[in-house]
Nanobody, 122 residues
Framework: VQLQASGGGLVQAGGSLRLSCAAS????????MGWFRQAPGKEREFVAA????????YYAGSVKGRFTISRDNAKNTVYLQMNSLKPEDTAVYYC????????????????WGQGTQVTVSS
């Protein structure tokens, strides 16, 4: 199982970015796929998750209303549309897959992408 994340970059506050995570393999139908982020000196934190089989979505309070997670079954790809970005959203963003419960706990995800840097300037 491999996850390939892309789409990070530098954007001004108030701008938008869309992250993509392409997944290989076919195990995801029963599991969550999620996005996490880690800023320098901080722990990795939950951002958003989607239950692949039904499309249910979940968000951290800090991004709810600004970020949208979605999936494309045919492409085995999950997206994170990030709008109204703030400097505090600056972090390395990781996609993860394989958790079958507690979608907000990073240690329950066995598969991780390589991370993509998002920098929001003020």
């Amino acid at each position: 199982v491999q996850l390939q994340a892309s789409g990070g970059g530098l954007v001004q506050a108030g701008g938008s970015l869309r992250l993509s995570c392409a997944a290989s393999g076919s195990i995801f139908s029963r599991y969550f796929m999620g996005w996490f982020r880690q800023a320098p000196g901080k722990e990795r934190e939950f951002v958003a998750a989607v239950k692949w089989s039904v499309g249910s979505t979940y968000y951290a309070g800090s991004v709810k209303g600004r970020f949208t997670i979605s999936r494309d079954n045919a492409k085995n790809t999950v997206y994170l549309q990030m709008n109204s970005l703030k400097p505090e959203d600056t972090a390395v963003y990781y996609c993860a897959a394989g958790s079958d419960n507690y979608y907000y706990t990073p240690t329950l995800y066995p598969y991780w992408g390589q991370g993509t840097q998002v920098t929001v300037s003020s």
